[in-house]
């Protein structure tokens, strides 16, 4: 089946880095990506990887894919009062290319 | 310029009633969805069309009727609401269907449903 897991929350001090992590099931998927959610709005891409790459760097965010143990994982780099949202991890489907799937979201916040 | 508009953004309304939400994109996308979000955040997909065509129809109860009278409009019309439908309705819209890109979505702002 498809399924997409992230643990639901994650507190991280001002200027740290913040890592949220992703498991998926779903091997022949085409891309996987990272959309945000700030407080009551839709989602957001916030940057996506093809499934035959390792790693991508966009500024602050890293993003790691692990295929073998379908682990994904999103570094952000100096984490601002900003960055404060819900992360989803999203995979597209192996029965549908238009059908993405999400994870449960999870909400980072930041201490000062 | 909104590209994907939902409306109503706020739903208050009586158990047993029928609502509709409908929902307009301007970036010309051949793909239009509907996402239920619950109460834990949780985002599962409902409907998706493409072209005026229905795709993707997932383990939703009969009472959701999705309605694309063209590929800019997707509608959701919810016919005796129950407690359970309480919840934010999101709209999206993508450019490709199959191929290469990346289907990135593009969400509304949704639409705050909450069954008394």
């Known amino acids: 089946g498809e399924d997409v897991e992230q643990s639901l929350f994650l507190s991280v001090r001002e200027g740290d880095s913040s890592v949220i992590n992703c498991t998926y099931t779903?091997?022949?998927?085409?891309?996987l990506y990272w959309y945000k959610q700030e407080p009551g709005a839709g989602l957001q891409l916030l940057t996506y990887i093809f499934s035959n790459m390792d790693m991508k760097q966009d500024q602050r965010l890293t993003v790691l894919l692990n295929k073998k143990d379908k682990h994904l994982s999103l570094r952000i780099a100096d984490t601002q009062t900003g960055d404060s949202a819900i992360y989803f991890c999203?995979?597209?489907?192996?029965?549908?290319?238009?059908?993405?799937?999400f994870g449960s979201g999870t909400r980072l916040s930041i201490r000062p | 310029d909104t590209a994907v508009s939902q409306t109503p953004k706020y739903l208050v309304t009586q158990m047993g009633n029928d609502k509709s939400i409908k929902c307009e994109q301007n970036?010309?996308?051949?793909?239009m969805y509907w996402y239920k979000q619950d109460s834990k955040k949780f985002l599962k997909i409902m409907f998706s069309y493409n072209n005026k065509e229905l795709i993707i129809n997932e383990t939703v109860p009969n009472r959701f009727s999705p309605k694309s009278p063209d590929k800019a409009h997707l509608n959701l019309h919810i016919n005796s609401l129950e407690l359970g439908d309480s919840a934010v309705y999101f709209c999206a819209s993508s450019q490709e269907q199959e191929g290469p890109g990346t289907g990135e979505l593009f969400f509304g702002e949704g639409s705050r449903l909450t069954v008394l």
């Open positions: 999203a995979e597209t489907a192996y029965s549908s290319a238009s059908k993405i799937i």
């Open positions: 779903d091997s022949s998927s085409t891309y």
């Open positions: 970036l010309g996308h051949d793909t």
